[in-house]
C-alpha cells in the first residue's frame, strides 16, 4: 500500500511523541515530509531529530501537493483556523485536541470537510491503545453485566507551577482540565459506553491570578492571569442508560488518574487513558479481583496511531476511529459542563457520535489496514 506523505506543523512538546512514532513505528503506512512552525528554529531541531527532509513555513506546507494530511500540533486557539486553512488547500486534517474552541468553529471544520470530501481526525487515540481495547471488548462480550455507572477523577498538579515551557496556556480555555485532559476519559467513555445525550455540571475558577512560585520555573516570581475554571465536575447521561461522574482539577498535588467502570456483574478499573497500556483489573460479585490480560497490541507509547488509522482510511475508503465526529462530540460535553454551572440547569446534547469500531483481534503489530 502506498505511503501518505504528512506534514506536521507544530513543534512544541507533544511533537517529539508524534514525529518519533510516524518516523519509526507507523512508516509503514506514513511518511513526514515536512516540519514546519512559526519559530523555523524549532521546526528545524526537530528535522533534525527525527531525520526529516523538509523544513517549511506553514504556507509551504499547505502549498506542497505531495503531503496529504496536515498533523495540527499547535496551541488550542489555532486548531479551528489551521484545520480551516488546511481543508481550503485540499488536504485531509489530523488535529491535537480540543478539536476547537467553540462549537461553530467545530462545526465549521466539519462541515467543510464534507463539502471537501476530506477527513478530519483529532486526538486523543490512546483509545485504541491495549489498555483501554481490552476494556471495550470486556464489556461488550458481558463480563461485567449491564455497565450501568462509571466515575473518572482527574486530579493533577496546578498549572501553575510554570514548569511548563507554555504554562500560561494551561490557565486560558483549551488548556483548562476539562478542554485539556478531561478529551481523554471522555473519549474513553464514549468508546466504551457510547454517546452522551445529557450533562449537568458545575466549574470553579480558584484565582484570578497566580503567581508562579518555583523556583524551577523560568517565570518564576510573574503573576499571571488564570482565564479558565480549573475545577470542574459533570455528572453524564448516555443513551444506553448508564450514568457516570467526572471530577477534573488543576489545583491539586501530583497527578493521581482514575477510571472505573461499574457493571451488574462485575466492577472494571480502567486504565490511565492519558495512556495506551497499564493495568485492566475485574473485581467480581464474590470479591475476587482479577488482572486481566491484554487482548489487543500498542500498550507503549502510541501517539499517533490515530494519524496511521486515518492513512489507512485515506488509502482504502473505510471510516477511521479518532474521527472529527467523535472529537466534535466531546468538545459539545466538555462547553455543556460550563454551560450547565453558569446557568444551573441539564444540558441536552444536539450531537451525537457512534462508538469508534474496535481494533480487530488477532491485529498484527503495526498494521491497521484490517
Known amino acids: 500500500m502506498r505511503k501518505v506523505k504528512i506534514g506536521v506543523i507544530g513543534a512544541g512538546m507533544i511533537s517529539g511523541i508524534y514525529l518519533k512514532n510516524c518516523t519509526d513505528m507507523f512508516s509503514d503506512i506514513v511518511e513526514v515530509k515536512a516540519v514546519a512552525d512559526l519559530v523555523p528554529e524549532l521546526a528545524g531541531r526537530r528535522a533534525e531529530e527525527f531525520g526529516i527532509a523538509n523544513v517549511y513555513s506553514v504556507d509551504q506546507l499547505l502549498a506542497d501537493?505531495?503531503?496529504?494530511?496536515?498533523?495540527?500540533?499547535?496551541?488550542?486557539?489555532?486548531?479551528?483556523?489551521?484545520?480551516?486553512?488546511?481543508?481550503?488547500?485540499?488536504?485531509?486534517?489530523?488535529?491535537?485536541?480540543?478539536?476547537?474552541l467553540s462549537r461553530d468553529d467545530a462545526d465549521e471544520v466539519l462541515a467543510l470537510a464534507e463539502a471537501k470530501r476530506l477527513l478530519v481526525g483529532c486526538a486523543p487515540d490512546t483509545f485504541l491503545g491495549a489498555g483501554l481495547q481490552t476494556c471495550i471488548k470486556l464489556i461488550d462480550d458481558g463480563w461485567i453485566g449491564w455497565p450501568y455507572a462509571a466515575s473518572g477523577t482527574i486530579m493533577m498538579g496546578s498549572a501553575a507551577a510554570g514548569t511548563h515551557p507554555n504554562f500560561q496556556n494551561f490557565l486560558k480555555l483549551g488548556g483548562d482540565?476539562?478542554?485539556?485532559?478531561?478529551?481523554?476519559?471522555?473519549?474513553?467513555?464514549?468508546?466504551?459506553?457510547?454517546?452522551?445525550?445529557?450533562?449537568?455540571?458545575?466549574?470553579?475558577?480558584?484565582?484570578?491570578?497566580?503567581?508562579?512560585m518555583n523556583p524551577k520555573s523560568p517565570a518564576y516570581g510573574m503573576t499571571v492571569p488564570v482565564e479558565a475554571p480549573t475545577n470542574a465536575a459533570a455528572v453524564l447521561d448516555f443513551h444506553n442508560g448508564a450514568i457516570a461522574t467526572l471530577q477534573a482539577a488543576k489545583e491539586s498535588f501530583g497527578?493521581?488518574?482514575?477510571?472505573?467502570?461499574?457493571?451488574?456483574?462485575?466492577?472494571?478499573?480502567?486504565?490511565?487513558?492519558?495512556?495506551?497500556?497499564?493495568?485492566?483489573?475485574?473485581?467480581?460479585?464474590?470479591?475476587?479481583?482479577?488482572?486481566?490480560?491484554?487482548?489487543?497490541?500498542?500498550?507503549?507509547?502510541?501517539?499517533?496511531?490515530?494519524?496511521?488509522?486515518?492513512?489507512?482510511?485515506?488509502?482504502?475508503?473505510?471510516?477511521?476511529?479518532?474521527?472529527?465526529?467523535?472529537?466534535?462530540?466531546?468538545?459539545?460535553?466538555?462547553?455543556?459542563?460550563?454551560?450547565?454551572?453558569?446557568?444551573?440547569?441539564?444540558?441536552?446534547?444536539?450531537?451525537?457520535a457512534e462508538r469508534p469500531a474496535s481494533l480487530p483481534l488477532g491485529l498484527k503489530y503495526n498494521r491497521l489496514d484490517l
Not at 261 to 283: R, Y
Not at 301 to 315: H, K, L, P, Q
Open 177 to 212: 482540565p476539562i478542554m485539556d485532559m478531561g478529551p481523554y476519559y471522555l473519549t474513553a467513555l464514549i468508546a466504551m459506553l457510547g454517546p452522551v445525550r445529557r450533562v449537568t455540571g458545575s466549574a470553579q475558577q480558584l484565582h484570578r491570578e497566580v503567581k508562579v
Open 65 to 100: 501537493p505531495e503531503i496529504e494530511i496536515v498533523v495540527n500540533l499547535t496551541a488550542p486557539a489555532a486548531h479551528a483556523p489551521l484545520n480551516l486553512r488546511a481543508l481550503q488547500a485540499g488536504k485531509h486534517v489530523y488535529t491535537e485536541k480540543p478539536f476547537a
Open 255 to 352: 497527578y493521581s488518574p482514575r477510571l472505573e467502570v461499574f457493571g451488574t456483574e462485575g466492577n472494571l478499573s480502567v486504565p490511565d487513558p492519558n495512556f495506551f497500556g497499564g493495568a485492566v483489573h475485574i473485581k467480581f460479585p464474590n470479591g475476587e479481583t482479577k488482572e486481566i490480560p491484554h487482548t489487543h497490541p500498542y500498550k507503549e507509547e502510541g501517539r499517533g496511531i490515530g494519524i496511521a488509522d486515518m492513512a489507512y482510511a485515506v488509502r482504502s475508503g473505510r471510516q477511521h476511529r479518532a474521527s472529527g465526529q467523535l472529537a466534535r462530540h466531546v468538545l459539545d460535553i466538555s462547553l455543556a459542563i460550563f454551560e450547565s454551572s453558569q446557568t444551573e440547569s441539564h444540558v441536552h446534547l444536539r450531537t451525537t
